[in-house]
């Protein structure tokens, strides 16, 4: 894996599946999707709770999730997106840090999680060029 800056809890996050990213959050492809593309939105600076993010970074990281959701229905056809937040551990958070999830909502609905599959680093990096290809597109 290269060597990466960012950080998700403990983990690093290899710089090929970084979608976008300003100062404050990034976003990445998440290793078992719920269905192709989900994205997490996560802000650079490890905090388990979103209350305890700073305005700027909300701000940062709701334009992000607007970016991403916009991103993935030019770039994979899904007419809806959802987004979720589990904001600690009895709420179903398993990573002790704040992110957001956008997720491409497609016909066949969302996947139930005992049929969610591990996804490769190769796989998530090429679904991250697909989605930043769009970005020059109107």
Do not use: N
């Amino acid at each position: 894996m290269p060597e990466s800056s960012l950080i998700f809890e403990k983990y690093p996050i290899d710089p090929s599946i970084v979608i976008f990213e300003d100062e404050l959050a990034f976003c990445t492809l998440s290793y078992k999707p719920i269905t192709p593309g989900h994205i997490l939105v996560i802000p650079k600076r490890i905090e388990q709770y979103y209350d305890k993010l700073s305005a700027d970074e909300v701000r940062s990281m709701a334009k992000l999730v607007t970016r991403c959701s916009g991103a993935l229905k030019r770039a994979l056809g899904c007419k809806e997106v959802t987004f979720g937040c589990q904001d600690g551990p009895h709420a179903g958070q398993t990573v002790k840090h704040v992110h957001i999830h956008v997720i491409p909502a497609y016909d066949g609905g969302l996947i139930d999680d005992d049929d969610r599959k591990q996804w490769s680093v190769e796989m998530m990096a090429k679904m991250a060029r697909r989605i930043q290809g769009v970005e020059a597109e109107p």
